[in-house]
């Protein structure tokens, strides 16, 4: 009585059922408890997704994505991923229209999407394979823009 549910921030009554956490003491409205499937106190061995051995997730790992809430996360990773693959292929051909450091920074991007891609280990194939083209054409633009500039100066004598 007197405390206040950190799930949902209303206070909890003394008629109300209340479960108290068994690994750092925070009392929550049963209710409460059940739908977020344990504590809610950050770093809590009680809360949900922490290793059942009892200890806290690795720094950096990613919680486990299950059921509608899961299914959300993982479809903004993809809407995430995919969209800076497409913009990194466009800055990679916007380099071959304007100027050959638009690709080089849509090649680095591209690298960037990729080791995001195997770092969240998510499966956007269309995404993959926009992130592949920026690295090639990215790679490949300054490339020919130098070419173009050698064969023109080449084809003007010297007087370019």
Not at 25 to 54: F, I, K, L, Q, S
Not at 59 to 70: D, E
Not at 82 to 98: D, E, F, H, K, R
Request: hydrophobic share 45%; net charge neutral; glycine share 12%.
């Amino acid at each position: 009585m007197g405390k206040t549910c950190p799930y949902c921030r209303f206070p909890i009554k003394s008629a109300e059922d209340v479960v108290v956490c068994s690994a750092c003491g925070v009392p929550h409205h049963r209710d409460c408890w059940e739908e977020n499937g344990g504590c809610t106190t950050y770093g809590c061995r009680g809360a949900p997704g922490v290793a059942a051995a009892g200890t806290a997730p690795a720094p950096g790992a990613r919680p486990a994505t299950s059921g509608p809430v899961g299914d959300l996360v993982t479809q903004l990773l993809v809407t995430e991923v995919n969209s800076s693959a497409t913009n990194a292929l466009v800055c990679s051909i916007l380099g071959l229209l304007c100027c050959p450091l638009l690709s080089i920074v849509g090649f680095f991007w591209g690298i960037s999407v990729l080791s995001n891609i195997s770092r969240l280990g998510v499966r956007a194939p269309g995404a993959y394979g926009k992130a592949v083209a920026a690295v090639v054409l990215g790679a490949l633009i300054p490339v020919a823009w130098f070419l173009y500039i050698i064969v023109l100066d080449a084809s003007s004598g010297g007087q370019y």
